[in-house]
């Protein structure tokens, strides 16, 4: 298992999706997964940037800037 972090660009806003999963294609998904559930309205993804990949362990985490 490992968390990603994505950085996502939406038509009016970038922000960042943290997420865990066992491959980058579940992580894509379950990131696109995420930015639909926080938004009322279906946003459009324009780009969806991998920029992070940790392997889980205990202790992990991010510095979100």
Known sequence: ???????VTLED???TVIVAAPDEE???HLAEVE???EYL????IKE????E???V???NGFLIK
Do not use: H, I
Not at 1 to 7: D, G, H, K, P, Q
Not at 41 to 44: F, H, T
């Open 1 to 7: 298992m490992y968390l990603y972090r994505f950085e």
């Open 13 to 15: 806003a970038n922000v």
């Open 26 to 28: 579940m992580a894509f």
């Open 35 to 37: 930015v639909e559930k």
């Open 41 to 44: 309205r279906l946003p459009v």
């Open 48 to 51: 969806l940037v991998l920029l």
């Open 53 to 55: 990949k940790k392997p």
């Open 57 to 59: 362990r205990k202790g």
